[in-house]
């Protein structure tokens, strides 16, 4: 967990030295003209709180390398939009940001948005993509040499916390519940693969419907399968709702989420429910769990110049 906070908290770096390699491009010629950086993610819609700390975050780390003088003499510029996590919505995102004459795009959220942006931009001259949350194996497997991720994959993720479901809550039976998306199916795969391959019983594998108002029904179904542990691999917005729910039925099973579903407004919806539930993780870049110069000093300016603390990506 140690190497993926400083990962995550390298990116920034990392996206200088892309800039860097990118700023002789034609794209961007013009001695005085800016080197123009596209940045995605889901700056609207239900997942906006983590988009738009990936684009605050970017936008900061443009201030901080302008202030030390850009790029050979060059100042860099963002160009931010939004794909929603959709993979329509991505792909204009993507096709409008070319006609921005970007040298590179960093970002992206959804996994179902960032594979179809990834595709406009290699069959449109090799730009580079540097994600900063996109975790699905097919991003990276594509055969793209210019795509690059800054988190572990979720057939990575999806074992760990399968293991942590066996070993720590002590489940020989597990039930996963997925949203069909493209991250949230991907891991529930893994999850159950691997589950299976640890001598675990898999309960229940099924989906629930994104914005609904309540999944009570689900949660029922799932206490007919006598699991251990209920796994959710979905978004952070359906978790806080599924977890209040989950402690009103006060099922015999325990409920866990994964990486998706650490925002602040899980705790808004679902309170002291809480309590009763787990998270497993596989990134939180904040000086709240891991302090060095670096990270101490882009946190104060985050919450300086945004009001808040920094995302977790």
Known sequence: MGRRRFLAVSMAACGSLLIAACGGSPASSGT????????????????ADPGSAIRNAGELAVADIN????????????????????????????????????????????SGASIPESDILHRSGDLPFVTAASSNP????????????????????????????QQFLHASKI??????????????????????????????????????????????????????????TGYYPEFGLLAKEY?????????????????????????AALDNAGITINTLPTTEFIHNAQNDAFTAAYEKQYGAAPGDY
């Open 138 to 165: 097919k991003f990276t497997e594509q055969g793209y040499d210019d795509v690059f991720r800054m988190v572990s994959r979720d057939d990575d993720e999806a074992p760990a916390d399968v293991s942590f479901m």
């Open 247 to 271: 402690v009103s039925l006060a099922p015999s099973y325990k409920l866990d989420g994964d990486s998706a579903d650490v925002d602040p407004s899980v705790i808004k919806v679902a309170g």
């Open 67 to 110: 202030n030390s003088g850009g790029i050979n003499g060059r100042k860099l510029q963002v160009v931010a939009e939004d794909d929603a996590c959709d993979a329509q919505q991505g792909t204009q995102a993507a096709e409008k940001l070319l006609t921005e004459h970007i040298v590179a795009i960093v970002g992206g959220y959804c």
């Open 32 to 47: 005085n003209s800016p080197i123009v950086v596209g940045i995605t993610g889901p700056f609207t819609g239900p997942y």
């Open 175 to 232: 039930a996963i519940m997925h949203d069909n998306t493209t991250y949230a199916l991907g891991v529930a795969t893994s999850a159950k693969s691997a589950a299976q391959s640890a001598g675990i019983t898999v309960t229940y594998f099924d989906a629930i419907t994104p914005g609904e108002k309540d999944y009570t029904a689900a949660l029922e179904r799932v206490a007919t399968t006598n699991p251990d542990v209920l796994f959710y």
